[in-house]
């Protein structure tokens, strides 16, 4: 459920990413409406590639134990920074520091799948991902889509309490080439697909730890 905060930029607004996302030209969504949030110290804004490239750089070598060889590391090229501009990159910050980035992209008309999230490890622990999370379904429901996807590695327990206690099913598991195993989690933003996904695919009763689907507000 969105919350409505107020909020006093202590930093001057960064400019808006120069070309539309994909969620802006195929949903309308301008994030821009929406944002900033603030969550304790933490500012969320939107950000571009050329904010989310140094954090990269300087973090996911160890947050994601990329160093090691054990991932195909694929160098930036033209293709790949201009899907970097169709992403929504959100870039949590602590005065001009950032401490975190969020990027997701929808993947078909009502499916928006969250790519990458991270925060440096004194950040963690302290609920800013849920609570940043929140802020995120109400305006892609309000955009129409129906549920959003992430993948996460079985071995992550953070992020994967994480999305439990988002309400998020675990609706597949996988192996990929690039990432190993996985699980998928789908957050769903609507009663009609989760009910056909727990009708169709789940022996057991939905247990999401949300108050039953008739209590939801849809807002
Ligand atoms: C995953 C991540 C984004 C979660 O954000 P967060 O703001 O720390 O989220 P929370 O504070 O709600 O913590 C998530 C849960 O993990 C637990 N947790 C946090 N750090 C942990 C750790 N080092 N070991 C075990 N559990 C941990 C929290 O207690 C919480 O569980 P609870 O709700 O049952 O108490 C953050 O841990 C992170 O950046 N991790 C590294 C990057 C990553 O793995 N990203 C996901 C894959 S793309």
Same mark, same amino acid.
């Given at each position: ?31 821009? *409406? ?24 300087d ?12 991932f ?50 004194e ?17 892609l ?13 079985? *071995? ?19 192996? *990929? ?34 108050p ?8």
């Amino acid at each position: 459920m969105t919350q409505h905060v107020h909020y006093t930029p202590a930093i001057p607004r960064r400019p808006r990413p120069q070309s539309p996302s994909l969620s802006q030209r195929l949903w309308g969504l301008d994030w821009e *409406s929406v944002l900033p949030w603030q969550i304790d110290d933490v500012v969320v804004e939107l950000g571009s590639l050329e904010e989310a490239l140094p954090f990269m750089r300087d973090h996911y070598t160890e947050i994601f134990s990329l160093g090691d060889g054990r991932f195909y590391g694929e160098m930036m090229s033209e293709a790949k920074r201009r899907f970097f501009a169709e992403m929504d990159i959100f870039v949590l910050r602590v005065a001009t520091e950032t401490v975190g980035l969020i990027m997701g992209h929808p993947t078909d008309w009502s499916t928006y799948y969250l790519r990458s999230g991270a925060l440096l490890a004194e950040y963690r622990a302290r609920a800013v991902m849920p609570r940043l999370m929140e802020h995120v379904y109400g305006p892609l429901r309000d955009a129409g889509v129906e549920r959003i996807e992430t993948d996460a590695s079985p *071995s992550n327990q953070p992020v994967i309490r994480l999305h439990l206690s988002q309400g998020a099913m675990v609706t597949a598991t996988g192996n *990929s080439e690039r990432w190993g195993a996985f699980v998928r989690f789908t957050k769903f933003l609507n009663e009609e697909p989760q009910d056909v996904f727990a009708r169709q695919f789940c022996a057991m009763p939905v247990h999401t730890g949300l108050p039953p689907a008739k209590d939801r507000s849809r807002s």
